[in-house]
């Protein structure tokens, strides 16, 4: 989790929350960020609450990530570690949120699955630490350690490049497929979404796309998590406006969030 006290913390978690939202809510599923697993504890990141259905509709997989599309559980419980590797205390707290809030919600086993998904590539030895050693699909992973086996693990670096995945990998650590979940998003994504969360999608991608490999630094507050995509005013955007939304953003908005270096490249 985030550490309040820390004001340049990035709350990344949000920005994936702000995604959820814009994405599943439509969908009839609830998205709850930073939420109090019990009474005067640590929150966790994200839950997801499927609202009607028994199980996940057609259109709702057609958006939500590998692994967690596929499954059965009715609550989602997401840590999402964004600029830090995983660690045992990673595994340790999802475990810790998962079960207070099963026992604050009075859920069954069945009814709610923990996941933790990292926007950095896990390192082989790392993982298999862990006992995260069963690939079910790629960049998804169940553990043989008795104590983690119920905590999926997503890795967005190695996800499939499919429009339910681009959704999500736009937020992974290498800029190539960022690059390349933002490139899908805008040709077949944006047929599907309203003008606030193209707008989203827009400021994220101008803010992530000048950083390099495995550089998640950016210095956002909740507040302006909140105010992502409101700076491109009213245009609806189609694949080829948004390839041009760049060239015709001030030359302000263009620099911001570069260092000096960066903006002297190439000169």
């Excluded at 709610?112 to 069963?134: D, L, M």
Aim: hydrophobic fraction near 35%; glycine fraction near 4%.
């Amino acid at each position: 989790m985030d550490n309040e006290d820390n004001k340049e913390i990035t709350y990344w978690h949000n920005i994936l929350g702000r995604l959820f939202e814009f994405l599943l809510t439509p969908l009839k599923i609830n998205v709850s960020t930073d939420v109090k697993v019990v009474k005067k504890l640590p929150e966790a990141d994200i839950i997801l609450l499927r609202i009607e259905s028994p199980e996940w509709t057609k259109e709702q997989r057609a958006v939500l990530p590998d692994g967690i599309k596929d499954s059965t559980a009715k609550y989602i419980l997401i840590e999402f570690k964004a600029t830090e590797s995983i660690n045992g205390d990673t595994f340790i707290q999802t475990l810790w949120y998962d079960k207070s809030y099963k026992h604050s919600q009075k859920l069954t086993k069945k009814e709610i699955q923990p996941f933790v998904i990292c926007a950095k590539q896990p390192q082989k030895a790392n993982r298999e630490q862990y006992g995260y050693t069963i690939q079910e699909q790629p960049g998804v992973y169940k553990s043989t350690n008795i104590a983690y086996k119920d905590i999926t693990l997503i890795s967005l670096n190695e996800l499939p490049e499919t429009l339910n995945n681009a959704w999500v990998t736009c937020l992974a650590s290498k800029k190539n497929k960022r690059k390349k979940a933002f490139d899908l998003l805008k040709e077949k994504g944006f047929k599907q979404i309203k003008k606030p969360f193209k707008e989203f999608l827009a400021d994220l991608w101008r803010l992530t796309l000048p950083k390099g490999d495995d550089d998640m630094t950016l210095e956002l507050s909740r507040e302006d998590v909140k105010a992502i995509g409101k700076m491109w005013g009213t245009s609806l955007f189609t694949s080829e406006e948004l390839d041009e939304l760049m060239s015709k953003a001030s030359l302000e908005t263009r620099l911001r969030g570069l260092k000096p270096e960066e903006r002297l490249m190439g000169l």
